[in-house]
């Protein structure tokens, strides 16, 4: 093996990965549920899927959705984990990422089964620091964005838009307690800290893929199913997994017709102009 050859496969990660994804043959559209059983969901709704399983537990999928190739590839909990499969996903061209993930909302009036789709988020992931400066914007893509919003009302769903915060703990760095009720006093502050900003949810992937996206030139969104309400203590599902997975499916189909209407214009950047009621 050359130098070139071992500091490639170095900076891969797991190459049994990489070369099973590469072999899956991706198309430019990828769904990011943390979740690998999210991606059976997901197929279930898709034509001609085909799944496959990862190394260490992750999971993957192709197919068609609505004459649209589309993949979805698991990024399993946190940061780090995602930061690896989007490193791997950038490295095949993939370009256009949605994550489609479950949340825990900070708003009273935000019901489990309903969705989020977070424009931004906080960075408290522990991951994109090590990366650029915690000034830097986790910023989603406008087109990727407004392509979720569309997706959502077209299918009169009830959701909400705006800032989220993504933490790199489940338990106590989100203000819950941990084993033997243990509180951390920094994640109570966060946790209170959050609400008093408006912060509409807690999640621990999204910062990671906005940050590392933007700073690619590539583009990235999120929209997450509410199955936690932080102030009233709800839980449950509600239909939202399903209903997220559509979203995120039928903003594939959008993007899909706005960036060929882009081509036939000749514009890099999608403006109203071409992007259309599809």
């Known amino acids: 093996m050359t130098t070139s050859q071992s500091t490639a496969t170095a900076t891969s990660g797991d190459q049994r990965r990489l070369s ?13 549920p943390g979740d690998p059983d999210r991606i059976k969901v997901m197929a279930e709704q898709w034509n001609d899927a085909k799944i496959i399983d990862l190394p260490r537990g992750y999971c993957a999928a192709v197919g068609t959705y609505e004459g ?14 995602l930061e690896l499969v989007f490193t791997d996903l950038a490295r095949l061209n993939v370009d256009t990422f949605i994550r489609v993930g479950t949340t825990g909302t900070l708003h009273a009036d935000i ?35 407004f392509a979720l ?39 109570d502050r966060i946790f209170e800290e959050m609400k008093r900003a408006g912060v509409l949810n807690f999640e621990m992937e999204t910062a990671a893929l906005l940050t590392l996206a933007r700073l690619y030139h590539l583009r990235a969104g999120a929209v ?22 559509r979203v995120g499916a039928e903003a594939v189909r959008r993007l899909a017709a706005w960036d060929a209407a882009g081509v036939r ?9 071409v992007m259309k009621p599809v």
């Open 20 to 32: 099973a994804l590469a072999a899956l043959d991706l198309p430019r559209y990828v769904l990011l």
């Open 68 to 81: 649209v190739r589309i993949g979805a590839v698991s990024t399993s909990i946190g940061a780090p984990s």
């Open 111 to 145: 019901a489990t089964g309903s969705l989020i789709i977070n424009d931004a988020a906080v960075r408290l992931d522990g991951t994109t620091h090590l990366y650029v400066r915690p000034e830097f914007p986790a910023a989603a893509s406008h087109e990727v964005t």
């Open 149 to 187: 919003v569309d997706a959502a009302a077209a299918q009169g769903l009830t959701f909400r838009v705006g800032t989220g915060a993504t933490a790199g703990s489940f338990l106590a760095g989100q203000g819950r307690p941990a084993f033997k009720d243990y509180r951390s006093p920094e994640g």
């Open 224 to 245: 997450c199913s509410v199955i936690a309400n932080r102030i009233s203590g709800d839980w449950g599902d509600n239909g939202g997994i399903e209903r997220a997975c």
């Open 265 to 273: 214009s000749g514009r890099a950047t999608l403006t109203l102009e």
